[in-house]
């Protein structure tokens, strides 16, 4: 099992930008696709990004594509996100996520079986 702590989060004002981070514990991280999602007050949690076991291939929803940029360090046990000319409607609840290797491309919450507790972004307009 991995443990996830996101960190990052915070106030920032429309068009600035905010890096997430999501530190890992536990079972080695290059064991796990990767993903980020968030969920805004009333509405469902959402998919935003995701990332394979080695980097190679990662994912976005439409909604960050272009804006949002998701790595990760296995060395360093470390995901993040970069976050780039952010929109009041980014505004979440941000949570890192884990999937089995396997569940690489997954867009679906239901694959990943470990959370963060989740870093709050708020963007005014």
């Known amino acids: 099992q991995v443990q996830l702590v996101e960190s990052g989060g915070g106030l920032v004002q429309a068009g600035g930008a905010l890096r997430l981070s999501c530190a890992t514990s536990?079972?080695?991280?290059?064991?796990?696709?990767m993903g980020w999602f968030r969920q805004a007050p009333g509405k469902e949690r959402e998919f935003v990004a995701g990332?394979?076991?080695?980097?190679?291939?990662?994912y976005y929803a439409d909604s960050v594509k272009g804006r949002f940029t998701i790595s990760r360090d296995n060395a360093k046990n470390t995901v993040y996100l970069q976050m780039n000319t952010l929109k009041p409607e980014d505004t979440a609840v941000y949570y890192c996520a884990a999937a089995p290797a396997y569940k690489a491309g997954s867009y679906s919450y239901r694959d990943y079986n470990s959370w963060g507790q989740g870093t709050q972004v708020t963007v005014s307009s």
């Open positions: 990332i394979s076991r080695s980097a190679g291939s990662t």
């Open positions: 536990g079972r080695t991280l290059s064991y796990y696709t």
